[in-house]
């Protein structure tokens, strides 16, 4: 059941000026990129060598992505922090100047808009590290109609990620003891013989690492050279985003496992970002209003049977109860660790708790499954939060 991707087998992509290279676009190439996606109307690198090999190189050794897909939004002005707290349910009085948190945008129905890691650079400047949409479209039509004094721009800031458990000493040979006083989602601005970036703890993997926030584009493969050159003692790779620590770790694609059609209290775990607060925010009184009348349905883990999986599901797949289709798994991956196939499915919530089998209607025919709760490994996030220092 085991499927590879053969590149010689799928028609080369074409670069076209309408969507953007990063600043490490030839660094990607010259490390053995093979497939790219579009995100954030931006290539992203999607496939280097066999996924396997890449996981057991991010839980046992560190690696190197080139995450300059997610797009910077940058919220500046008297009103900065204000007009930011007003697009999401999160409480970000509690965030002081340094601190990052992981943010939903909400829509006056109460959807999510966007769900990105959000930093407070200055004491009137956010930074929003998209997921896969214009959500900064969304941040200038709010801000034309709040009457706020704020601005919203996109700075040429391009992130790379350094994950995995040897990533401190990678960050301790390039940045010195001071990344040792960087904690679980703070920042650090500073600079590498030049280079200006900012650090956050922060990452797409569920294990210790760090994102290097670029601020000087004409630097990108000089930057990228110099990780490399840090990480050689400790068995640095290259890889392009894995999907299996991810949905290890309880982390959606939006776009993919959830839309804006969709609200916190649908997706398990989220729903503890609605946060009790005094100021209001869009979709305040519709989120609390749904709060109060229940959903109809909601995304969960689900354990599926079978050899190896595909590398990735091109499409939602089928779930079904008694021979009625009842949801569809969004995403899907082989664990090498649990040595299973895990995802995620939307399922109505009289079959959202664990242990409920289902059928999935797959591209290798009918599939059992079996829901659970996320994240799959680590759910109280020790690995990633763990002192350094």
């Not at 046992?60 to 900065?80: C, F, H, K, Q, Y």
Request: hydrophobic residues 35%; negative net charge; charged residues 25%.
């Amino acid at each position: 059941m085991e499927k590879r991707l053969e590149t010689n087998n799928y028609t080369k992509l074409y670069f076209g000026a309408w969507d953007r290279k990063s600043p490490f676009f030839e660094s990607t190439q010259k490390y053995g990129a093979k497939a790219y996606g579009i995100y954030c109307h931006m290539y992203l690198p999607e496939y280097y060598d066999d996924p396997v090999k890449e996981y057991w190189s991010l839980i046992n050794d560190v690696t190197l992505w080139d995450v300059s897909v997610e797009r910077i939004v940058e919220i500046t002005g008297p009103d900065a922090s204000e007009f930011t707290n007003s697009l999401t349910c999160r409480d970000l009085t509690k965030c002081a100047v340094g601190q990052g948190k992981y943010m939903l945008v909400t829509a006056p129905d109460g959807g999510i808009v966007n769900d990105p890691v959000l930093m407070r650079i200055g004491e009137n400047q956010w930074w929003m590290a998209l997921a896969n949409n214009d959500t900064g479209l969304y941040a200038l039509g709010a801000a034309i109609n709040s009457g706020l004094k704020v601005k919203v721009t996109e700075p040429e800031v391009y992130p790379v990620q350094v994950q995995g458990p040897k990533s401190i000493k990678v960050m301790q040979a390039l940045f010195g003891e001071k990344i040792l006083q960087v904690r679980y989602y703070w920042t650090l601005e500073t600079d590498l013989d030049g280079i200006p970036v900012v650090i956050s703890r922060t990452g797409w993997t569920g294990e210790i690492g760090f994102e290097i926030y670029l601020r000087d584009p004409s630097r990108g493969n000089e930057l990228w050279e110099r990780i490399m050159e840090a990480g050689k003692p400790h068995n640095i790779r290259v890889i392009a985003p894995c999907e299996a620590r991810k949905i290890e770790a309880g982390i959606m694609n939006h776009g993919q496992d959830m839309t804006i059609k969709n609200n916190p209290y649908q997706i398990m775990g989220l729903e503890r970002l609605v946060e009790d607060q005094s100021a209001d925010f869009i979709g305040k009184e519709a989120l609390a209003k749904i709060k109060q009348e229940g959903i109809q349905n909601k995304l969960i883990g689900i354990k599926v049977e079978m050899v190896r999986t595909v590398l990735w599901i091109e499409d939602s797949w089928p779930v079904h109860k008694k021979g009625k289709q009842i949801g569809k798994i969004t995403s899907l991956a082989w664990s090498p660790r649990l040595e299973q196939n895990i995802g995620y499915v939307w399922v109505p919530t009289d079959f959202s708790e664990p242990g409920i089998e289902l059928e999935i209607q797959s591209t290798e025919g009918t599939l059992k499954g079996i829901t659970t709760k996320i994240p799959f490994i680590d759910s109280k996030k020790k690995v990633p939060s763990q002192k350094i220092n």
